[in-house]
Every structure is written in structure tokens, then in C-alpha cells.
């Protein structure tokens, strides 16, 4: 059992209920909670949307005092797919904070998808449009063996609800 098993729960309940959240969390039908699986929307106004884009957080003992590792499973072309992704706050423990949990993480996950500075291991520095372009019309489609999600099965609900969310914030 995870030491921290309460938190992790937590954690993946909280991220689960978000509403209108530009992504889907799944865990693994095996009941390991070590390992919590996403499917994130690209962010608005970038070559990234449209797509939606799955990957796992590997929760460690120490989580939530330590930072996930995040892997792509999933072609996007600014991640690199099945390696972790070792980002300025994995470098710099104290911007990694347990009260990000999960929610908190995968959106800064999506935002890095906007952000053309940022730099480390895993991630893209140029991604290729045409690249970009074929991989965010083959994420329509995409299944993972491992959780079971299907893409197919609720990929315009993913785009219409959370572009309502979006435009419901921008009149305010
Ligand atoms: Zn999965």
C-alpha cells in the first residue's frame, strides 16, 4: 500500500471532479494508484488545438512531498512520448508544492503546450506544424491499453463543455 495513500486519493477524487476541466483523469482498473493517467486538451490558440493528449503521472512513495514524474503516452510533438519530463520545478523542489496535487499539476501541464521558452528533457523545442497537425486529428481516435480510455467516446464533449467554460469566463 502507498504510505500516503489518503492523499494520493485524494487527490486523483479531487482532479476527478472538476467540472468543465480541459481534461479527463482515469486510474487503472488494477486499483494502482501509483499511477494516474490524463487525457488533456491543447490550449486555445495554439497549434496544439483541438488535440487531446494522454499521458500518466507516476506518484512516487514520498508523493504528495514529491513531484510526480509525468510521461506522454501519446504522440503531440512537444513531448516526447515514454520518458519523464524533467521540467524547471523538477529541478527546483520548492516550486513543486503538495497543495498543486493533481488538478494543479496537469494544468500546468497543458499550459507548458502555449509556453515556446520553456525547455528540458523530453520537451520538443521546435515542434513541426504538418507534425503537430496530423498528430492532433489522430488524437480523436486514440485508446489506451492500459486505463481503457477511448478518445472517440467523448472528445467533442471535452471541446464543447470546456469551450462553454471558456467563454463563460471571458464575458465576465
Ligand atoms: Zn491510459
Redo the contacts with the bound molecule.
Sequence with gaps: MHPNQRAVINHIKYAMQQQNSPYKV?TLPNGNFREV?FSLRGPKGTIFEGGLY?G?LVLSDKYPYEAPDMVF?QESGKFEIGGAICLSFRENPNLWSPSLGINGLIRSLQSLFGDEEIQGIKIIRHPDKEQVARYVEQSRAFK?S??G?DHSKFYDDIQKVTDEFDSLHQQK
Excluded: G, L
Design positions: 482515469f493517467h494522454h500518466k503516452i489506451c492500459a486505463c480510455c
